[in-house]
């Protein structure tokens, strides 16, 4: 069964605010839509992407977002956005690994998608152990790291 009209609406009105960052128009929209009959047919990952990304950025409600965003990448495994959301949901978390693992994951769906490039450069990328058999805590690691990194910068 599809969605109404009205409710395809307010879910595409919905992702248009939030891409522009009028998130509360944008969560409007959405939760508008979570009211509806059709709250329990085939929305878009989209949808509960953004609507978890919002929910965390604006209510605080960040468990609850982290499950939306992870669900948006069950409904709609090959959209890179669904990862972006929730990299930046992980990071409200304060969860940088889990941040890294979604962009990882939403680059290898999208090489090229420039906003998950943008947040990957924004989080750094540490570089791999010098010694690769060896800890990355281990005292000769730092050492030799911090050497290499001293290299690079001159």
Request: charged share 25%.
């Amino acid at each position: 069964m599809a969605l109404s009209p009205e409710t395809a609406t307010s879910v595409k009105l919905g992702i248009e605010c939030c891409r522009r960052g009028d998130w509360n128009a944008g969560l409007q929209y959405l939760g508008k839509v979570t009211q509806t009959e059709d709250a329990n047919l085939g929305l878009p990952g989209l949808f509960y992407s953004y609507l978890g990304y919002g929910i965390a950025l604006r209510d605080r409600r960040i468990r609850e977002g982290l499950k939306l965003c992870k669900h948006s990448i069950e409904v709609e495994l090959f959209e890179a956005e669904n990862y972006l959301n929730l990299a930046r949901t992980c990071l409200l978390a304060r969860d940088r690994r889990g941040a890294v693992k979604a962009v990882r994951a939403g680059l290898k769906v999208d090489r090229g998608n420039q906003k998950l490039l943008a947040l990957q450069k924004e989080m750094g990328v540490r570089s791999s152990p010098v010694l690769p058999f060896l800890d990355r805590s281990n005292p000769l690691n730092v050492l030799l790291g911090r050497i290499r990194h001293s290299l690079r910068g001159s």
